[in-house]
């Protein structure tokens, strides 16, 4: 097994994940990141992140050498897999882009080398689907000439009070020693500390659970909108009297979608029903969440029918499109299927985002950005709370809206009483 003083690095993957332990690593070690978009990888080397997610300030000093030549792979004796994992149409788990990379890493792997994958995935995959590819690609011996670790990425995109060194870091090994290294390793870098887990297994299924709960939590609060705007009570209002006593966990409804917390649960789900058991709350949780976006539109609807306007010649106007507030990861947002659910009343669907890029929402959703908004809308739709939404006031939607406009703000970021011109409701 390698020397934990004697560490070359490699990074496959270099997204969110992936760039940000490359840029950290350099600055103790020999790291060689790879990805097999040679656009992503032309881009980090004119010192640009495409997550923008790094100030191009953090390439300035690096030595990381970045490439899309998978023999590079070769030099480095410490392996980070990174790569995303979603989900198939039928929420199956998607482990094509993790089998690739496994194979890549194996076709390169030597004798002592230590492979870490960072992937969320469900509990057991990296045994028993990863590293027999890598014995296969390799055909090298598991435990006898290479060895594995599993390290849970914690990043949460957007936060910029918690980067990847202020995160404590979960680490597992196939062994004692195994451990002992990749921590060593990460303690480098991770000012906030280092956890190990008593096991690979252990890692993954604490890395898939925390977004299974929060996921639960927010279906609770999605669940509890529904019902309450049904009984005329504002939920935002409930939660802030609710969270008054100490022990009351504060969250809000709202689209859940991303490529983490509308994505995790499913592969809970998988391995639970690949063991025999139906994981009932779970499952329930993630519908409640996927049909917000058919409830906002449906509300819509009839609000518009109540105010005299019919919904198929209707003009609206969505304002984000991101998985979350000022990202430009458009990654499974959930405002994608609200705009399918409007277009299904046949209403005519206006979008503005300062963040997402336009050619990739074009790409992967068919979707246009508008470069600005024209006028006359007969009822307008903030989906996301970037910073740009939040400073706006009444005057700016009563000036893009028809008469009798409607505001919906799903992420409760206006106060009611100061939209009495217009039809105002907040999920």
């Known amino acids: 097994m390698i ?7 490699s990074i496959t993957g270099l997204g969110y994940v992936g760039l940000p332990l490359a840029i950290e690593f350099a600055k103790h070690y020999s790291v060689i990141g790879f990805d097999i978009n040679q656009s992503k990888v032309d881009q980090i080397n004119q010192g640009s992140d495409p997550s923008n997610e790094l100030h191009s300030s953090s390439f300035e000093k690096t030595n990381a050498v970045f490439t899309t030549d998978s023999s590079l792979l070769a030099k480095a004796n410490f392996h980070i897999i990174g790569v995303p994992t979603d989900i198939n149409k039928d929420n199956s788990p998607n482990l094509i882009p ?3 990379a496994s194979e890549t890493i194996g076709s390169i792997l030597k004798r002592g080398d230590i492979v870490v994958y960072e992937s969320t995935v469900f509990p057991g995959c990296t045994e028993e689907i990863c590293i027999p590819i890598l014995e296969k690609a390799s055909s090298l011996k598991y435990k006898e000439d290479f060895n594995v670790g ?3 990425e914690r990043i949460v995109p957007g936060d910029k009070t918690r980067p990847l060194t202020k995160i404590l870091k979960i680490v597992s090994g196939d062994t004692n020693e195994t451990a002992k290294i990749i921590s060593k390793v990460y303690g480098r870098i991770i000012t906030a500390g280092i956890f190990k887990a ?3 297994k252990v890692a993954e299924a604490a890395k898939v659970i925390e977004n299974t709960q929060r996921d639960l939590n927010i279906s609770l609060m999605n669940e509890l909108a529904i019902i309450f705007d049904k009984l005329d009570i504002d939920i935002q209002d409930v939660v802030e009297a609710a969270g008054t006593k100490w022990n009351f966990h504060k969250y809000y409804p709202g689209l859940v979608g991303g490529h983490c917390i509308g994505v995790d649960p499913y592969y809970l789900i998988y391995k639970a029903k690949e063991v025999g058991i139906v994981p009932e709350v779970i499952a329930a949780g993630r519908r409640i ?3 917000i976006p058919t409830f906002i539109a449906s509300k819509l609807a009839k609000k518009l029918i109540e105010l005299g306007k019919s919904p198929g010649q209707s003009n609206v106007l969505l304002m984000g499109v991101t998985f979350k507030e000022n990202v430009s990861d458009i990654r499974n947002s959930k405002v994608f299927d609200l705009i399918k659910e409007l277009q299904s009343f046949s209403m005519n669907v206006d979008i503005m985002d300062p963040h997402a890029n336009t050619n990739e929402v074009k790409e992967n959703y068919d979707v246009v950005i508008n470069s ?5 809308y007969d009822a307008i739709i903030v989906c ?3 910073n740009e939404y939040k400073v706006l006031d009444s005057s ?3 000036d893009l809206s028809s008469e009798n406009g409607i505001l919906f703000d799903i992420k409760g970021l206006y106060k009611k009483d100061k939209y009495k011109s217009m039809s105002y409701w907040k999920l």
Request: glycine share 0%; no cysteine; aromatic share 10%.
């Open 3 to 9: 020397n934990s003083t004697d560490i070359k690095i």
């Open 98 to 100: 993790l089998k690739l």
């Open 384 to 386: 996301v709370a970037h």
């Open 372 to 376: 600005k908004a024209s006028e006359s």
């Open 198 to 200: 008593t096991s690979i």
């Open 150 to 152: 599993y390290s849970p």
């Open 396 to 398: 700016y939607f009563k």
């Open 289 to 291: 969440n996927n049909s």
